[in-house]
Protein backbone atom coordinates (compact mmCIF):
# COMPACT_ATOMS: atom_id res chain seq x y z
CA UNK A 1 0.00 0.00 0.00
CA UNK A 2 1.17 3.61 -0.92
CA UNK A 3 1.36 6.42 1.43
CA UNK A 4 -0.05 8.45 -0.88
CA UNK A 5 -3.42 9.86 0.47
CA UNK A 6 -6.46 7.43 -0.85
CA UNK A 7 -7.68 8.65 -4.23
CA UNK A 8 -11.55 9.76 -4.83
CA UNK A 9 -12.97 6.71 -6.00
CA UNK A 10 -14.11 8.25 -9.33
CA UNK A 11 -10.66 9.54 -9.65
CA UNK A 12 -9.11 6.21 -10.51
CA UNK A 13 -7.05 3.80 -13.08
CA UNK A 14 -9.03 4.93 -16.13
CA UNK A 15 -6.14 4.67 -18.74
CA UNK A 16 -6.81 0.70 -19.40
CA UNK A 17 -10.62 1.24 -19.32
CA UNK A 18 -10.56 3.91 -21.98
CA UNK A 19 -8.22 2.01 -23.98
CA UNK A 20 -10.61 -0.82 -23.83
CA UNK A 21 -13.22 1.60 -24.98
CA UNK A 22 -11.44 3.03 -27.96
CA UNK A 23 -10.50 -0.59 -28.98
CA UNK A 24 -14.17 -1.69 -29.28
CA UNK A 25 -14.86 1.44 -30.78
CA UNK A 26 -12.80 0.63 -33.50
CA UNK A 27 -13.51 -2.52 -33.90
CA UNK A 28 -17.23 -2.15 -33.99
CA UNK A 29 -16.38 0.99 -36.27
CA UNK A 30 -14.34 -1.78 -38.97
CA UNK A 31 -17.41 -4.05 -38.58
CA UNK A 32 -19.12 -1.13 -39.96
CA UNK A 33 -16.98 -0.34 -42.59
CA UNK A 34 -16.40 -3.95 -43.64
CA UNK A 35 -19.25 -3.87 -45.84
CA UNK A 36 -18.81 -0.30 -47.51
CA UNK A 37 -15.19 -1.76 -48.43
CA UNK A 38 -16.92 -4.65 -49.77
CA UNK A 39 -19.42 -2.72 -51.99
CA UNK A 40 -16.79 -0.30 -53.50
CA UNK A 41 -14.54 -3.26 -54.06
CA UNK A 42 -17.31 -5.17 -56.21
CA UNK A 43 -18.21 -1.96 -57.61
CA UNK A 44 -14.39 -1.22 -58.25
CA UNK A 45 -14.11 -4.73 -59.94
CA UNK A 46 -16.73 -4.95 -62.14
CA UNK A 47 -15.63 -1.12 -63.43
CA UNK A 48 -12.28 -2.48 -64.36
CA UNK A 49 -13.49 -5.43 -66.05
CA UNK A 50 -15.79 -3.97 -67.87
CA UNK A 51 -13.95 -1.18 -68.72
CA UNK A 52 -11.23 -4.09 -70.08
CA UNK A 53 -14.71 -5.50 -72.14
CA UNK A 54 -15.44 -2.72 -73.91
CA UNK A 55 -11.55 -2.73 -75.29
CA UNK A 56 -12.41 -5.86 -77.01
CA UNK A 57 -15.64 -4.79 -77.96
CA UNK A 58 -17.52 -1.44 -78.23
CA UNK A 59 -19.79 -0.06 -76.06
CA UNK A 60 -21.77 0.80 -78.94
CA UNK A 61 -21.72 -2.45 -80.37
CA UNK A 62 -22.55 -3.89 -76.45
CA UNK A 63 -25.17 -1.82 -76.19
CA UNK A 64 -27.35 -1.37 -79.18
CA UNK A 65 -26.33 -5.14 -80.82
CA UNK A 66 -29.30 -7.39 -81.02
CA UNK A 67 -27.57 -10.82 -80.96
CA UNK A 68 -26.58 -12.44 -77.82
CA UNK A 69 -24.20 -15.46 -79.02
CA UNK A 70 -21.48 -14.77 -76.67
CA UNK A 71 -19.49 -18.25 -76.92
CA UNK A 72 -20.43 -19.17 -80.77
CA UNK A 73 -19.76 -16.22 -82.80
CA UNK A 74 -18.84 -13.52 -80.24
CA UNK A 75 -21.99 -11.90 -80.65
CA UNK A 76 -22.33 -9.39 -77.45
CA UNK A 77 -25.33 -7.46 -78.23
CA UNK A 78 -26.74 -6.58 -75.05
CA UNK A 79 -30.01 -5.58 -76.21
CA UNK A 80 -31.73 -8.43 -75.96
CA UNK A 81 -31.03 -9.77 -72.43
CA UNK A 82 -32.02 -6.22 -71.54
CA UNK A 83 -35.98 -6.68 -73.20
CA UNK A 84 -35.85 -9.93 -71.07
CA UNK A 85 -35.30 -8.41 -67.92
CA UNK A 86 -37.62 -5.88 -68.76
CA UNK A 87 -40.51 -8.41 -69.69
CA UNK A 88 -39.73 -10.53 -66.52
CA UNK A 89 -39.97 -6.96 -64.74
CA UNK A 90 -43.08 -5.68 -65.90
CA UNK A 91 -44.95 -8.98 -65.96
CA UNK A 92 -44.26 -9.87 -62.56
CA UNK A 93 -45.08 -5.98 -61.55
CA UNK A 94 -48.66 -6.95 -62.83
CA UNK A 95 -48.96 -9.87 -60.77
CA UNK A 96 -47.24 -8.25 -57.51
CA UNK A 97 -48.43 -4.50 -57.91
CA UNK A 98 -51.84 -4.81 -57.59
CA UNK A 99 -51.77 -7.99 -55.53
CA UNK A 100 -49.03 -6.54 -52.76
CA UNK A 101 -50.92 -2.99 -52.51
CA UNK A 102 -54.58 -4.75 -52.47
CA UNK A 103 -52.93 -7.36 -49.17
CA UNK A 104 -51.59 -4.25 -48.41
CA UNK A 105 -54.72 -1.91 -47.88
CA UNK A 106 -56.65 -5.41 -46.80
CA UNK A 107 -53.69 -5.30 -43.70
CA UNK A 108 -53.85 -1.37 -42.57
CA UNK A 109 -57.67 -0.88 -42.97
CA UNK A 110 -59.82 -4.13 -42.90
CA UNK A 111 -58.16 -6.83 -41.23
CA UNK A 112 -59.15 -7.59 -37.80
CA UNK A 113 -55.84 -7.62 -35.19
CA UNK A 114 -56.60 -11.48 -35.30
CA UNK A 115 -56.91 -12.07 -39.00
CA UNK A 116 -53.60 -9.57 -39.18
CA UNK A 117 -51.41 -11.51 -36.58
CA UNK A 118 -51.68 -14.78 -38.84
CA UNK A 119 -51.85 -13.39 -42.49
CA UNK A 120 -48.58 -10.97 -41.67
CA UNK A 121 -46.56 -13.82 -40.35
CA UNK A 122 -48.07 -15.54 -43.32
CA UNK A 123 -46.36 -12.90 -45.92
CA UNK A 124 -43.46 -12.91 -43.95
CA UNK A 125 -42.66 -16.77 -44.41
CA UNK A 126 -43.31 -16.14 -48.40
CA UNK A 127 -41.00 -14.07 -48.28
CA UNK A 128 -38.22 -16.21 -46.67
CA UNK A 129 -38.66 -19.03 -49.66
CA UNK A 130 -35.06 -19.80 -51.32
CA UNK A 131 -35.83 -18.33 -54.67
CA UNK A 132 -35.01 -21.62 -56.52
CA UNK A 133 -37.52 -23.36 -55.11
CA UNK A 134 -39.93 -20.72 -56.39
CA UNK A 135 -38.15 -21.64 -59.78
CA UNK A 136 -39.00 -24.98 -59.31
CA UNK A 137 -42.42 -24.23 -58.49
CA UNK A 138 -42.39 -22.11 -62.00
CA UNK A 139 -41.59 -25.12 -63.81
CA UNK A 140 -43.02 -28.00 -62.27
CA UNK A 141 -46.35 -26.65 -61.60
CA UNK A 142 -47.27 -23.04 -62.70
CA UNK A 143 -45.99 -24.34 -66.44
CA UNK A 144 -48.38 -27.80 -66.38
CA UNK A 145 -51.26 -25.45 -64.92
CA UNK A 146 -50.68 -22.97 -67.31
CA UNK A 147 -50.77 -25.38 -70.19
CA UNK A 148 -53.92 -27.16 -68.67
CA UNK A 149 -55.77 -24.10 -68.66
CA UNK A 150 -55.21 -23.63 -72.59
CA UNK A 151 -52.50 -21.37 -73.03
CA UNK A 152 -49.67 -22.38 -74.76
CA UNK A 153 -46.79 -22.05 -73.10
CA UNK A 154 -43.29 -23.90 -73.60
CA UNK A 155 -41.71 -25.91 -71.00
CA UNK A 156 -39.45 -22.80 -70.27
CA UNK A 157 -41.21 -19.57 -70.95
CA UNK A 158 -41.16 -16.52 -69.50
CA UNK A 159 -44.85 -16.15 -68.33
CA UNK A 160 -44.76 -18.53 -65.12
CA UNK A 161 -41.18 -17.69 -64.25
CA UNK A 162 -42.85 -13.49 -64.57
CA UNK A 163 -45.82 -15.13 -62.07
CA UNK A 164 -43.77 -16.66 -59.85
CA UNK A 165 -41.28 -13.54 -59.79
CA UNK A 166 -43.89 -11.61 -58.88
CA UNK A 167 -45.38 -13.69 -56.08
CA UNK A 168 -42.10 -13.65 -54.64
CA UNK A 169 -42.48 -10.03 -54.39
CA UNK A 170 -45.77 -9.63 -53.32
CA UNK A 171 -44.39 -9.35 -49.42
CA UNK A 172 -41.87 -6.55 -50.56
CA UNK A 173 -44.84 -4.76 -51.82
CA UNK A 174 -47.16 -5.68 -49.08
CA UNK A 175 -45.16 -4.91 -46.17
CA UNK A 176 -43.59 -1.85 -47.07
CA UNK A 177 -47.02 -0.55 -48.65
CA UNK A 178 -48.75 -1.66 -44.94
CA UNK A 179 -45.65 0.21 -43.04
CA UNK A 180 -46.65 3.12 -44.86
CA UNK A 181 -50.70 3.28 -44.89
CA UNK A 182 -50.49 2.18 -41.08
CA UNK A 183 -48.49 5.57 -40.41
CA UNK A 184 -51.46 7.85 -41.77
CA UNK A 185 -52.90 9.01 -38.67
CA UNK A 186 -55.88 7.95 -37.50
CA UNK A 187 -56.89 11.92 -36.88
CA UNK A 188 -56.94 11.45 -41.20
CA UNK A 189 -59.21 9.02 -40.84
CA UNK A 190 -61.81 10.06 -38.58
CA UNK A 191 -61.95 13.54 -40.52
CA UNK A 192 -62.94 11.64 -43.61
CA UNK A 193 -65.77 9.08 -41.76
CA UNK A 194 -66.77 12.27 -39.92
CA UNK A 195 -67.61 13.94 -43.46
CA UNK A 196 -69.45 10.31 -44.34
CA UNK A 197 -67.07 8.39 -45.89
CA UNK A 198 -66.85 4.84 -46.54
CA UNK A 199 -64.78 2.70 -45.29
CA UNK A 200 -63.39 2.05 -49.49
CA UNK A 201 -63.56 5.93 -49.77
CA UNK A 202 -61.32 6.47 -46.75
CA UNK A 203 -58.82 3.68 -47.65
CA UNK A 204 -58.74 5.29 -51.28
CA UNK A 205 -58.95 8.75 -50.88
CA UNK A 206 -57.10 9.46 -48.07
CA UNK A 207 -55.19 6.69 -46.90
CA UNK A 208 -53.64 5.33 -50.09
CA UNK A 209 -52.62 9.60 -51.56
CA UNK A 210 -51.16 9.89 -47.33
CA UNK A 211 -49.34 7.07 -48.11
CA UNK A 212 -48.27 7.56 -51.82
CA UNK A 213 -44.70 8.02 -51.10
CA UNK A 214 -43.92 4.93 -49.12
CA UNK A 215 -45.94 3.04 -51.74
CA UNK A 216 -44.33 4.29 -54.72
CA UNK A 217 -40.79 3.91 -53.29
CA UNK A 218 -42.12 -0.23 -52.19
CA UNK A 219 -43.31 -0.37 -56.06
CA UNK A 220 -39.89 0.43 -57.05
CA UNK A 221 -37.85 -1.08 -54.26
CA UNK A 222 -39.87 -4.60 -55.57
CA UNK A 223 -39.04 -3.56 -59.07
CA UNK A 224 -35.40 -3.52 -58.77
CA UNK A 225 -35.46 -7.07 -56.71
CA UNK A 226 -37.41 -8.52 -59.71
CA UNK A 227 -34.71 -7.02 -62.10
CA UNK A 228 -31.86 -9.05 -60.04
CA UNK A 229 -34.03 -12.20 -59.26
CA UNK A 230 -31.52 -15.13 -60.65
CA UNK A 231 -32.26 -18.27 -59.48
CA UNK A 232 -35.90 -18.28 -60.93
CA UNK A 233 -35.50 -17.65 -64.50
CA UNK A 234 -32.31 -19.65 -64.96
CA UNK A 235 -34.83 -22.71 -63.75
CA UNK A 236 -37.96 -21.72 -65.34
CA UNK A 237 -37.20 -19.04 -68.10
CA UNK A 238 -34.71 -20.62 -70.98
CA UNK A 239 -31.85 -20.11 -72.25
CA UNK A 240 -32.73 -18.47 -75.32
CA UNK A 241 -32.75 -14.68 -75.50
CA UNK A 242 -35.17 -13.18 -77.69
CA UNK A 243 -35.01 -9.15 -78.86
CA UNK A 244 -38.78 -9.08 -78.55
CA UNK A 245 -39.62 -12.19 -76.28
CA UNK A 246 -43.02 -13.98 -76.19
CA UNK A 247 -44.42 -14.64 -73.15
CA UNK A 248 -45.31 -18.08 -73.98
CA UNK A 249 -41.79 -18.97 -74.86
CA UNK A 250 -37.77 -19.20 -73.75
CA UNK A 251 -36.16 -15.89 -73.03
CA UNK A 252 -32.83 -14.92 -71.49
CA UNK A 253 -32.43 -11.87 -68.83
CA UNK A 254 -29.53 -10.48 -68.42
CA UNK A 255 -28.86 -12.26 -64.41
CA UNK A 256 -29.51 -15.97 -66.37
CA UNK A 257 -27.03 -14.88 -69.17
CA UNK A 258 -24.35 -14.37 -66.45
CA UNK A 259 -24.88 -17.45 -64.83
CA UNK A 260 -24.70 -19.69 -68.25
CA UNK A 261 -21.83 -17.78 -68.64
CA UNK A 262 -19.93 -18.23 -65.37
CA UNK A 263 -20.77 -21.37 -65.30
CA UNK A 264 -19.34 -22.67 -68.61
CA UNK A 265 -15.87 -23.57 -69.35
CA UNK A 266 -14.47 -20.26 -69.77
CA UNK A 267 -11.09 -19.35 -70.43
CA UNK A 268 -10.07 -15.97 -68.59
CA UNK A 269 -8.83 -13.28 -70.69
CA UNK A 270 -11.57 -13.79 -73.37
CA UNK A 271 -14.31 -11.51 -74.09
CA UNK A 272 -16.87 -13.53 -72.95
CA UNK A 273 -15.12 -13.75 -69.58
CA UNK A 274 -14.83 -9.80 -69.31
CA UNK A 275 -18.57 -9.59 -70.57
CA UNK A 276 -19.89 -11.22 -67.50
CA UNK A 277 -18.64 -7.92 -65.48
CA UNK A 278 -20.36 -5.44 -68.34
CA UNK A 279 -23.36 -7.59 -67.73
CA UNK A 280 -22.79 -7.37 -63.91
CA UNK A 281 -22.08 -3.31 -64.08
CA UNK A 282 -25.39 -2.54 -66.18
CA UNK A 283 -27.82 -4.65 -63.89
CA UNK A 284 -25.98 -2.93 -60.80
CA UNK A 285 -26.32 0.57 -62.75
CA UNK A 286 -29.91 -0.20 -63.41
CA UNK A 287 -31.11 -1.40 -59.68
CA UNK A 288 -28.63 1.00 -57.80
CA UNK A 289 -30.64 3.65 -59.78
CA UNK A 290 -33.78 2.51 -58.87
CA UNK A 291 -32.74 2.64 -55.53
CA UNK A 292 -31.62 6.34 -55.96
CA UNK A 293 -35.16 6.44 -57.59
CA UNK A 294 -37.11 4.92 -54.26
CA UNK A 295 -35.44 7.47 -51.97
CA UNK A 296 -36.05 10.10 -54.39
CA UNK A 297 -39.59 9.84 -54.75
CA UNK A 298 -39.79 8.74 -51.06
CA UNK A 299 -38.86 12.34 -49.84
CA UNK A 300 -39.95 14.11 -52.56
CA UNK A 301 -43.63 13.03 -51.48
CA UNK A 302 -43.65 12.62 -48.18
CA UNK A 303 -45.99 14.61 -46.00
CA UNK A 304 -45.49 15.97 -42.51
CA UNK A 305 -48.54 15.33 -40.48
CA UNK A 306 -47.76 16.96 -37.40
CA UNK B 1 -78.81 20.59 -51.82
CA UNK B 2 -79.77 16.62 -50.84
CA UNK B 3 -83.27 16.02 -51.14
CA UNK B 4 -83.38 13.75 -48.27
CA UNK B 5 -82.35 17.26 -46.02
CA UNK B 6 -85.27 17.32 -43.94
CA UNK B 7 -84.22 20.79 -42.32
CA UNK B 8 -82.07 22.86 -44.60
CA UNK B 9 -80.09 25.78 -42.38
CA UNK B 10 -81.79 28.66 -44.25
CA UNK B 11 -84.56 30.99 -43.09
CA UNK B 12 -87.60 29.89 -45.26
CA UNK B 13 -87.56 26.53 -43.36
CA UNK B 14 -86.65 28.08 -40.37
CA UNK B 15 -90.72 29.51 -39.90
CA UNK B 16 -91.45 25.29 -40.42
CA UNK B 17 -89.49 24.61 -37.31
CA UNK B 18 -90.52 26.51 -35.07
CA UNK B 19 -94.06 25.20 -35.66
CA UNK B 20 -92.61 22.09 -34.97
CA UNK B 21 -91.91 23.25 -31.33
CA UNK B 22 -95.31 22.87 -30.83
CA UNK B 23 -95.63 19.40 -30.80
CA UNK B 24 -92.50 18.05 -29.57
CA UNK B 25 -91.01 14.38 -29.87
CA UNK B 26 -93.58 11.90 -29.02
CA UNK B 27 -92.75 9.78 -25.93
CA UNK B 28 -90.47 12.81 -24.72
CA UNK B 29 -92.69 12.94 -21.63
CA UNK B 30 -91.05 10.00 -20.42
CA UNK B 31 -87.60 11.81 -19.53
CA UNK B 32 -87.61 11.70 -15.85
CA UNK B 33 -85.08 14.77 -15.18
CA UNK B 34 -87.53 17.45 -14.64
CA UNK B 35 -84.79 20.01 -15.40
CA UNK B 36 -84.17 18.72 -19.22
CA UNK B 37 -87.53 19.86 -19.55
CA UNK B 38 -86.46 23.46 -19.16
CA UNK B 39 -85.36 24.09 -23.26
CA UNK B 40 -86.71 27.07 -24.51
CA UNK B 41 -89.95 26.98 -26.16
CA UNK B 42 -88.91 28.87 -28.84
CA UNK B 43 -86.38 26.02 -30.28
CA UNK B 44 -87.28 22.72 -30.96
CA UNK B 45 -84.77 19.50 -30.20
CA UNK B 46 -82.72 17.95 -32.80
CA UNK B 47 -81.31 15.50 -31.36
CA UNK B 48 -82.56 13.41 -28.10
CA UNK B 49 -80.90 10.81 -25.97
CA UNK B 50 -82.60 8.67 -23.27
CA UNK B 51 -81.36 6.89 -20.79
CA UNK B 52 -78.36 6.39 -23.19
CA UNK B 53 -75.55 4.01 -21.64
CA UNK B 54 -71.85 3.53 -23.91
CA UNK B 55 -69.73 0.51 -22.34
CA UNK B 56 -66.03 -0.05 -23.42
CA UNK B 57 -65.13 -3.80 -23.02
CA UNK B 58 -66.30 -3.11 -19.17
CA UNK B 59 -66.14 -0.31 -18.76
CA UNK B 60 -68.97 2.18 -18.49
CA UNK B 61 -68.42 5.31 -20.27
CA UNK B 62 -71.59 7.11 -20.01
CA UNK B 63 -74.49 6.40 -17.46
CA UNK B 64 -78.18 6.75 -18.51
CA UNK B 65 -77.82 9.94 -20.07
CA UNK B 66 -81.01 11.84 -20.82
CA UNK B 67 -80.87 15.24 -22.43
CA UNK B 68 -82.54 17.40 -25.58
CA UNK B 69 -80.44 19.33 -27.50
CA UNK B 70 -82.09 22.25 -29.19
CA UNK B 71 -82.11 23.45 -32.51
CA UNK B 72 -79.84 26.49 -33.91
CA UNK B 73 -78.31 26.74 -30.44
CA UNK B 74 -74.62 26.12 -28.99
CA UNK B 75 -74.72 23.53 -26.08
CA UNK B 76 -71.81 22.65 -24.29
CA UNK B 77 -70.60 19.63 -22.51
CA UNK B 78 -68.38 20.54 -19.81
CA UNK B 79 -66.79 17.80 -17.05
CA UNK B 80 -63.38 16.06 -15.79
CA UNK B 81 -61.49 14.42 -18.30
CA UNK B 82 -62.66 11.05 -18.17
CA UNK B 83 -66.51 11.60 -18.33
CA UNK B 84 -67.63 10.61 -20.94
CA UNK B 85 -68.94 14.01 -22.98
CA UNK B 86 -66.34 13.04 -25.55
CA UNK B 87 -68.10 9.54 -25.69
CA UNK B 88 -71.54 11.24 -25.81
CA UNK B 89 -70.72 13.31 -28.97
CA UNK B 90 -69.38 10.36 -31.22
CA UNK B 91 -72.64 8.51 -30.25
CA UNK B 92 -74.68 11.23 -32.13
CA UNK B 93 -72.89 10.19 -35.48
CA UNK B 94 -72.12 7.27 -34.16
CA UNK B 95 -68.54 7.57 -35.08
CA UNK B 96 -67.96 4.92 -31.69
CA UNK B 97 -68.82 2.30 -34.37
CA UNK B 98 -64.95 2.45 -35.11
CA UNK B 99 -64.37 1.16 -32.14
CA UNK B 100 -64.74 -2.33 -31.76
CA UNK B 101 -65.76 -2.59 -28.17
CA UNK B 102 -67.73 0.07 -27.79
CA UNK B 103 -71.48 -0.97 -26.82
CA UNK B 104 -74.72 1.12 -26.91
CA UNK B 105 -77.93 1.06 -25.09
CA UNK B 106 -80.57 3.05 -24.99
CA UNK B 107 -82.23 5.62 -27.76
CA UNK B 108 -80.12 8.39 -29.59
CA UNK B 109 -82.87 10.36 -32.00
CA UNK B 110 -81.68 12.37 -34.34
CA UNK B 111 -84.43 14.36 -36.16
CA UNK B 112 -86.75 11.98 -33.71
CA UNK B 113 -85.12 8.75 -35.80
CA UNK B 114 -83.65 6.95 -33.63
CA UNK B 115 -79.82 6.35 -35.35
CA UNK B 116 -79.00 3.01 -33.56
CA UNK B 117 -81.77 1.40 -35.62
CA UNK B 118 -80.90 -1.37 -37.82
CA UNK B 119 -82.37 1.01 -41.27
CA UNK B 120 -79.82 3.85 -40.29
CA UNK B 121 -76.90 4.03 -42.40
CA UNK B 122 -74.05 5.62 -40.24
CA UNK B 123 -72.50 6.94 -43.37
CA UNK B 124 -75.82 9.10 -44.43
CA UNK B 125 -75.86 9.83 -40.89
CA UNK B 126 -72.55 11.22 -40.97
CA UNK B 127 -73.31 13.67 -43.82
CA UNK B 128 -75.81 15.32 -42.06
CA UNK B 129 -73.95 15.84 -38.90
CA UNK B 130 -70.34 17.43 -39.37
CA UNK B 131 -67.73 16.59 -36.94
CA UNK B 132 -64.44 18.99 -35.73
CA UNK B 133 -61.73 17.19 -33.89
CA UNK B 134 -59.50 18.29 -31.42
CA UNK B 135 -56.70 18.19 -33.39
CA UNK B 136 -56.72 19.86 -36.39
CA UNK B 137 -56.56 17.11 -39.09
CA UNK B 138 -56.83 18.95 -42.68
CA UNK B 139 -55.65 16.06 -45.38
CA UNK B 140 -52.94 16.05 -46.31
CA UNK B 141 -54.33 17.83 -49.68
CA UNK B 142 -55.05 21.67 -51.45
CA UNK B 143 -57.00 24.13 -49.82
CA UNK B 144 -59.63 23.43 -52.02
CA UNK B 145 -59.65 19.40 -52.33
CA UNK B 146 -59.95 19.26 -48.11
CA UNK B 147 -62.64 21.72 -48.71
CA UNK B 148 -64.28 19.89 -51.87
CA UNK B 149 -63.63 16.83 -49.96
CA UNK B 150 -67.29 15.85 -48.71
CA UNK B 151 -68.65 17.60 -51.59
CA UNK B 152 -66.94 14.89 -53.91
CA UNK B 153 -68.14 11.84 -51.99
CA UNK B 154 -71.92 13.61 -52.03
CA UNK B 155 -71.50 14.16 -56.24
CA UNK B 156 -72.40 17.23 -55.19
CA UNK B 157 -70.13 18.84 -57.52
CA UNK B 158 -72.34 21.04 -59.74
CA UNK B 159 -70.63 24.95 -59.01
CA UNK B 160 -68.00 23.08 -56.52
CA UNK B 161 -66.35 26.61 -57.03
CA UNK B 162 -68.72 28.46 -55.23
CA UNK B 163 -69.61 26.21 -52.59
CA UNK B 164 -65.94 25.64 -51.66
CA UNK B 165 -65.98 29.77 -51.46
CA UNK B 166 -68.92 29.87 -49.38
CA UNK B 167 -67.77 27.37 -46.77
CA UNK B 168 -64.70 28.87 -46.45
CA UNK B 169 -66.35 32.78 -46.17
CA UNK B 170 -68.52 30.63 -43.55
CA UNK B 171 -65.45 29.41 -41.28
CA UNK B 172 -63.90 33.05 -41.30
CA UNK B 173 -60.86 31.74 -43.42
CA UNK B 174 -61.40 32.74 -47.10
CA UNK B 175 -60.04 36.41 -46.90
CA UNK B 176 -56.17 34.53 -45.87
CA UNK B 177 -56.44 31.57 -47.69
CA UNK B 178 -58.28 32.87 -51.50
CA UNK B 179 -54.93 33.24 -53.21
CA UNK B 180 -53.22 29.74 -52.71
CA UNK B 181 -56.16 27.71 -53.32
CA UNK B 182 -54.06 25.02 -54.50
CA UNK B 183 -51.54 25.06 -51.52
CA UNK B 184 -51.30 22.19 -49.32
CA UNK B 185 -53.54 22.46 -46.37
CA UNK B 186 -50.77 21.19 -43.89
CA UNK B 187 -49.13 24.61 -44.78
CA UNK B 188 -51.54 26.44 -42.73
CA UNK B 189 -51.17 27.35 -39.31
CA UNK B 190 -52.77 25.91 -36.43
CA UNK B 191 -55.53 28.00 -36.10
CA UNK B 192 -56.14 28.47 -39.94
CA UNK B 193 -56.12 24.49 -40.02
CA UNK B 194 -59.06 24.27 -37.47
CA UNK B 195 -60.76 26.90 -39.56
CA UNK B 196 -59.92 24.84 -42.70
CA UNK B 197 -61.69 21.76 -40.79
CA UNK B 198 -64.81 23.99 -39.77
CA UNK B 199 -64.96 24.70 -43.36
CA UNK B 200 -64.82 21.38 -44.59
CA UNK B 201 -67.97 20.11 -42.38
CA UNK B 202 -70.31 23.08 -42.96
CA UNK B 203 -69.41 22.29 -46.86
CA UNK B 204 -71.58 19.48 -47.06
CA UNK B 205 -74.66 21.58 -45.22
CA UNK B 206 -74.90 19.37 -42.55
CA UNK B 207 -77.82 20.11 -39.57
CA UNK B 208 -75.48 19.54 -36.83
CA UNK B 209 -71.98 20.62 -36.35
CA UNK B 210 -70.19 18.61 -33.59
CA UNK B 211 -67.27 19.99 -32.13
CA UNK B 212 -64.28 17.85 -29.57
CA UNK B 213 -62.49 20.34 -27.83
CA UNK B 214 -62.01 22.47 -31.09
CA UNK B 215 -59.73 25.03 -29.69
CA UNK B 216 -57.71 23.30 -27.02
CA UNK B 217 -54.26 22.45 -29.23
CA UNK B 218 -54.69 26.21 -30.60
CA UNK B 219 -52.99 29.47 -29.20
CA UNK B 220 -55.33 31.96 -27.13
CA UNK B 221 -56.10 34.08 -30.51
CA UNK B 222 -56.89 30.98 -32.49
CA UNK B 223 -58.67 30.14 -30.14
CA UNK B 224 -60.76 33.54 -29.90
CA UNK B 225 -61.23 33.58 -33.72
CA UNK B 226 -62.64 29.99 -33.35
CA UNK B 227 -64.90 31.24 -30.54
CA UNK B 228 -66.24 34.03 -32.31
CA UNK B 229 -67.12 31.41 -35.68
CA UNK B 230 -69.04 29.21 -33.11
CA UNK B 231 -71.05 32.40 -32.20
CA UNK B 232 -71.50 32.70 -36.21
CA UNK B 233 -72.02 29.11 -36.95
CA UNK B 234 -75.48 28.62 -34.82
CA UNK B 235 -77.19 31.17 -36.90
CA UNK B 236 -77.52 28.73 -39.62
CA UNK B 237 -76.09 25.27 -37.33
CA UNK B 238 -76.93 23.10 -34.13
CA UNK B 239 -73.49 23.13 -32.75
CA UNK B 240 -72.65 20.57 -30.01
CA UNK B 241 -69.64 21.11 -28.80
CA UNK B 242 -67.05 19.52 -25.97
CA UNK B 243 -64.66 21.58 -23.83
CA UNK B 244 -62.25 21.34 -21.09
CA UNK B 245 -62.16 24.78 -20.73
CA UNK B 246 -65.39 26.44 -18.35
CA UNK B 247 -65.02 29.98 -19.51
CA UNK B 248 -64.78 28.92 -22.84
CA UNK B 249 -68.22 27.32 -22.55
CA UNK B 250 -69.51 30.29 -20.13
CA UNK B 251 -68.56 32.45 -23.63
CA UNK B 252 -69.94 30.51 -26.24
CA UNK B 253 -72.84 28.40 -25.24
CA UNK B 254 -76.31 28.59 -24.79
CA UNK B 255 -77.00 25.24 -22.80
CA UNK B 256 -74.87 23.87 -20.63
CA UNK B 257 -74.26 20.03 -19.68
CA UNK B 258 -72.30 19.06 -17.11
CA UNK B 259 -70.94 15.17 -17.26
CA UNK B 260 -69.47 14.37 -13.69
CA UNK B 261 -67.08 10.99 -13.19
CA UNK B 262 -68.78 7.82 -14.09
CA UNK B 263 -70.24 8.95 -17.20
CA UNK B 264 -73.38 10.35 -15.44
CA UNK B 265 -75.03 14.05 -16.85
CA UNK B 266 -76.01 15.70 -13.68
CA UNK B 267 -76.92 18.83 -14.94
CA UNK B 268 -78.43 20.81 -18.26
CA UNK B 269 -79.58 23.83 -18.32
CA UNK B 270 -78.85 27.59 -19.55
CA UNK B 271 -75.55 28.00 -19.43
CA UNK B 272 -75.92 31.43 -17.35
CA UNK B 273 -78.12 29.06 -14.63
CA UNK B 274 -75.28 26.50 -14.68
CA UNK B 275 -72.92 29.61 -13.99
CA UNK B 276 -74.59 31.00 -11.68
CA UNK B 277 -76.65 29.14 -9.47
CA UNK B 278 -76.29 25.59 -10.41
CA UNK B 279 -78.73 23.06 -8.87
CA UNK B 280 -76.31 20.65 -7.44
CA UNK B 281 -73.96 21.16 -5.04
CA UNK B 282 -71.51 19.17 -7.33
CA UNK B 283 -71.73 20.88 -10.18
CA UNK B 284 -71.26 24.08 -8.13
CA UNK B 285 -67.91 22.66 -7.08
CA UNK B 286 -66.86 21.65 -10.10
CA UNK B 287 -67.21 25.23 -12.10
CA UNK B 288 -65.74 26.63 -8.95
CA UNK B 289 -62.87 24.49 -9.26
CA UNK B 290 -62.86 22.51 -5.82
CA UNK B 291 -63.22 19.34 -7.86
CA UNK B 292 -62.31 18.18 -10.90
Redesign the interface.
Known sequence: MSEEPARPAFAGENRTRSAKESAIKWFLFVCAALSVFVTLAIVATLLFDAIEFFTRVSPLAFFTGTNWSPKIGEAFGVLPLVTNTLAVTALSALVAIPVGTASAAYLSEYA?DQVRSVLKPALEVLAGIPTVVYGLFALVYVTPALQAVGIPVGTFNLLSASIMVGVMIIPMVSSLSEDAMSAV?D??R?????????KF?VTT??VV??AVSGIFSSFILALSRAIGETMIVVVAAGMSPQLVPSPFGSIQPMTSAMVQLATSDLAGGTAAYYALFAIGLTLFVITFSMNVASNWVASRYR???E | MSNENMTAPNPETEAENDDDAVSPTPGSGAVDAGDLETATASSRTVIESRDLDVYYGETQALDDVSIRIPEKQVTAMIGPSGCGKSTFLRCI?R?ND?I?AARIEGDLLFQDKNVYDDDVDP?????RI??V?Q?P?????SIYDNVA??LR??NKTENLDEKVEQALKGAALWDEVKDQLDE?G?DLSGGQQQRL?IA??IA?DPEVILMDEPASALDPVATSQIEDLIDELAEDYTVVIVTHNMQQAARISDKTAVFLTGGELVEFDDTQKIFENPEHQRVEDYITGKFG
Open positions: SPSLQGAYGLGATETVPAEEY | NMLDVALRRGMFQNPFPKYGLQSLCRAV
